[in-house]
Nanobody, 124 residues
Framework: QVPLVESGGGLVQAGGSLRLSCAVS????????MGWFRQPPGKEREFVAA????????YYADSMKGRFTISRDNARNTVYLQMNSLKPEDTAVYYC?????????????????WGQGTQVTVSS
């Protein structure tokens, strides 16, 4: 069983919003830093955002700052990605993942567990 399951993706018009969720099971959720990555069509996977164990620290890729918000609910073992002011270039498969250290929060090889991804498509 995959311990991370993303949901909330879909088709949205430019300027719209989506909220992605990632439910974690079988892991001690608050032992992990959580990250969101995305893979646009024909491109490599890229860092989106990360959040510390308690949620007190958050990190974003420059192009997402001010538009995306990462949060987590440790009681629900869930991490969220609120995406506002979406642009067609935000079209991608979005993945959540876990890591145990903030040292390299934007470096995908340092992440241990990955979800299956959820498709986000932004139309112009």
């Amino acid at each position: 069983q995959v311990p991370l399951v993303e949901s909330g993706g879909g088709l949205v018009q430019a300027g719209g919003s989506l909220r992605l969720s990632c439910a974690v099971s079988g892991l001690i959720f608050n032992s992990y830093v959580m990250g969101w990555f995305r893979q646009p069509p024909g491109k490599e996977r890229e860092f989106v955002a990360a959040i510390s164990w308690s949620g007190g620290r958050t990190y974003y890729a420059d192009s997402m700052k001010g538009r995306f918000t990462i949060s987590r609910d440790n009681a629900r073992n869930t991490v969220y990605l609120q995406m506002n002011s979406l642009k067609p270039e935000d079209t991608a498969v979005y993945y959540c993942a876990t890591t145990t250290s903030l040292r390299s929060y934007s470096f995908s090889p340092d992440y241990d567990y990955w979800g299956q991804g959820t498709q986000v498509t932004v139309s112009s």
